[in-house]
């Protein structure tokens, strides 16, 4: 891929690719939280936002295909880490796809990454020394095109007492102390970005975040900071959200606000008050400190005098997690005891403040129906409350700041247009494997401006779940249920259901839809979900 921009010619950007974990569409700043976030803000003002990017509702899936171009089952994610038996759902990242790594190393860039991995298999947290970390089924960043890598393997850790990180190719072995996982990633991103400048090369850094992601786990001075801000409760603060929101113009149009989800009941009806409201006070915090950690960030690269080429982007892979950490669910697979020795209670233990090392909790469904306002749904589902993020674009050099932008795009895009913006060429081969072609359009030019609309459909699949946007109209369902369709110009709430008036459109909507799910190789979920519960030995897939 080339690009006729002379700026990128001359001085090729380095580029920074910012993933939060589990946060919602209204949980910045920018996009009508409560939360401080000033360092993201900052960002959003001093270059575009995109209040239409889409994700792919989970975690894997969505990393696979930020990193490949491809949609997630064409790059062997198509549901989470357990092989269920195809080439789309072997749970780990195929050769006949290429990383963003894969593709700029091939130009003389160095590759970074700090954080979460997660494209590589499953991994069971209580069973460290049974890994087999590096062989065909569990690649490492450094075996998928990164020069350097420092993190986790899988999806979730213990972000004062992690159960397995890696450095380049060897098991970090201690933390100190004051270990905290968002500082960390940031400050090795930091030392890596050092050593980039010093060999005078152009760097892609991989910043791959799991905050605000369960365990509610934050520093004690960052969860002071939102005392008794959550005490008014979620209605309360859902609704303050919006109203920031549509004062703010983060969308092209103030739509209504999705009701309260039918399973969340009034506040007023909450008998455990001040433990709700401990748990978003902690979620707040997490996210706080993302956003002082992307703070040192910039103030390093404006140190090394790299900040005014350097392209930011920043998102998030999946809407609120509605999962509650039930003890017997996700809990009971992640040890027990602190690095130090120290018990650590699992699971949403009513009363029991979250945020020390010695909780293992989640903030559950009443806020991530805060966190995903004005959508609805959440994490694992394809409708707005799951598949929407704000995308943050900086880049001082290559982009001038501008109004928030609309068009709907997504993950799969982002790949052409880190090639673009740096002049990279996208690898026809690599480690001798033909690899499919791209499947993305690069957003260069609606950061820049222009009149830009996607030219294809965007697709999901999900556990069942699936969608189509095309234009303005969205067509999706909930696992085995009927089709609805949307007019997302006028209703991306999806208040009002627009199917059977127009068959048609419908018709037609379906018909794409299935030719992609064939094409890509979606599997019946009916068929693959006894397939997955085996695999992990749970009751159903939710944890």
């Known amino acids: 891929m080339t690009t006729n921009n002379p700026q990128v010619e001359t001085s090729r950007p380095n580029v920074i690719l910012i993933l939060a974990d589990d946060m919602g569409f209204a949980d910045l700043g920018c996009t009508g939280s409560e939360i401080q976030t000033p360092n993201i803000d900052a960002l959003a003002r001093g270059g575009v936002m995109l209040s239409a990017m889409y994700n792919c509702a989970r975690c894997c899936p969505t990393r696979a295909s930020l990193l490949t171009g491809l949609y997630p089952h064409n790059a062997g994610v198509g549901h989470m880490g357990a092989n269920l038996g195809t080439p789309?759902?072997?749970g780990f990242l195929r050769n006949d796809s290429a990383t963003?790594?894969?593709?700029?190393?091939?130009?003389?860039?160095?590759?970074?990454m700090s954080g979460k991995w997660h494209?590589?298999?499953?991994?069971e947290p209580r069973s460290v020394d049974h890994w087999r970390i590096g062989d065909v089924e569990h690649p490492t960043p450094r075996q998928r095109g990164f020069d350097h890598f420092y993190g986790i393997m899988d999806g979730a850790t213990h972000f004062f007492s992690p159960h397995y990180m890696l450095e380049d190719d060897s098991r970090v072995e201690t933390v100190?102390?004051?270990?905290?996982?968002?500082?960390?990633?940031?400050?090795?991103?930091?030392?890596?970005?050092?050593?980039?400048?010093?060999?005078?090369?152009?760097?892609?850094?991989?910043?791959?975040?799991?905050?605000?992601?369960?365990?509610?786990?934050?520093?004690?001075?960052?969860?002071?900071?939102?005392?008794?801000?959550?005490?008014?409760?979620?209605?309360?603060?859902?609704?303050?959200?919006h109203e920031t929101m549509n004062g703010l113009n983060v969308f092209q149009r103030s739509w209504d606000i999705s009701p309260r989800d039918s399973s969340v009941h009034r506040w007023e009806q909450e008998k455990n008050q001040d433990w709700e409201?401990?748990?978003?006070?902690?979620?707040?915090?997490?996210?706080?400190?993302?956003d002082q950690s992307i703070g040192t960030l910039v103030a390093a690269l404006k140190r090394l005098g790299q900040f005014d080429n350097t392209l930011i982007l920043f998102l998030s892979d999946n809407g609120g997690c509605a999962e509650f950490m039930a003890e017997d669910g996700w809990a009971k697979f992640y040890p027990d005891k602190t690095h130090d020795g120290k018990q650590v209670t699992m699971g949403n233990v009513a009363g029991l403040r979250p945020g020390d090392a010695q909780t293992f909790q989640s903030y559950d469904k009443p806020w991530a129906n805060v966190s995903n306002a004005p959508f609805r749904l959440y994490k694992h589902y394809v409708h707005e409350g799951g598949i929407s993020t704000p995308l943050v674009a900086h880049w001082p050099e290559g982009l001038n700041p501008r109004c928030t932008a609309h068009a709907a795009c997504h993950v799969v895009d982002i790949l052409p247009t880190i090639l673009e913006a740096t002049g990279g060429a996208y690898q026809t081969e690599v480690g001798g494997h033909e690899i499919q072609p791209l499947q993305g359009e690069s957003l260069l030019g609606l950061f820049q401006g222009k009149n830009w609309q996607r030219e294809q459909p965007i697709f999901w699949e999900h556990e069942g779940n699936a969608s189509i946007r095309l234009g303005q109209f969205k067509?999706?369902?909930?696992?085995?249920?009927?089709?609805?369709?949307?007019?997302?110009?006028?209703?991306?709430?999806?208040?009002?259901?627009?199917?059977?008036r127009n068959p048609a459109l419908e018709k037609d909507l379906i018909r794409q839809y299935q030719a992609w799910a064939e094409t890509v190789g979606v599997l019946d979920w009916n068929e693959a979900l006894p397939k997955l519960l085996a695999a992990w030995k749970m009751a159903t897939q939710n944890g």
């Open 88 to 90: 789309a759902y072997q």
């Open 100 to 112: 963003i790594a894969e593709h700029l190393r091939a130009s003389g860039y160095a590759t970074l």
């Open 119 to 123: 494209v590589a298999g499953d991994f």
């Open 176 to 241: 100190p102390d004051d270990f905290y996982f968002t500082d960390a990633i940031t400050d090795k991103a930091i030392g890596m970005i050092e050593g980039a400048v010093s060999d005078e090369k152009p760097f892609f850094l991989f910043l791959a975040h799991t905050a605000p992601h369960w365990p509610l786990h934050a520093h004690p001075e960052d969860i002071a900071k939102y005392d008794g801000v959550y005490n008014k409760g979620w209605d309360h603060i859902r609704t303050a959200r």
């Open 277 to 290: 409201a401990s748990k978003m006070a902690t979620y707040a915090a997490m996210v706080d400190r993302m």
């Open 475 to 500: 067509l999706v369902r909930l696992h085995d249920c009927s089709w609805e369709l949307y007019d997302i110009e006028t209703d991306r709430t999806e208040l009002t259901d627009l199917a059977g």
